[in-house]
């Protein structure tokens, strides 16, 4: 019998809820995330690690606010990078760990409404190995 999950949207509806803008752990930006949101926000790409940035570890990830969130987060507009998001939030939740550790799911899922629950791990690590995979061809172009 086939599994009922098969694509992306039966696992994940973003809701819209901004948590995942919350970043636990960090955003981490790349080198394109970096020179695209400083663009984008007509900032100095040289500067842009100093100025809206913080390090964890030898990485660069977006600086929080007073409310946790990313500090390009308006709860009136939501993303205000959003064109250029960096990599990390356009990926979620489909996230390379979980194809490694499928179990995570559930615990992610715990704070993003917008993921369903207790996914059989072959169809997890299968739909999620997809996504990352199609993201990265569209990050390559």
């Not at 752990?25 to 690690?49: C, E, K, M």
């Not at 979980?98 to 799911?105: R, T, V």
């Amino acid at each position: 019998m086939d599994s009922k999950y098969q694509n992306p949207e039966d696992i994940f509806d973003c809701k819209l809820c901004g948590e995942c803008c919350r970043g636990f752990g960090g955003t981490y930006v790349t080198d394109h995330d970096r020179v695209s949101i400083a663009r984008f926000i007509q900032a100095d790409p040289d500067n842009f690690i100093n100025d809206y940035c913080d390090m964890a570890g030898s990485r660069p990830v977006l600086t929080q606010g007073e409310d946790g969130r990313c500090i390009f987060f308006d709860p009136e507009k939501q993303c205000t990078i959003h064109p250029v998001k960096p990599y990390m939030c356009r990926a979620w939740p489909f996230i390379l760990t979980l194809i490694k550790n499928p179990e995570n799911w559930n615990a992610m899922a715990g704070s993003c409404p917008g993921m369903k629950k207790d996914i059989p791990a072959q169809d997890l690590i299968r739909i999620v190995t997809r996504e990352k995979a199609r993201l990265d061809r569209a990050s390559d172009e």
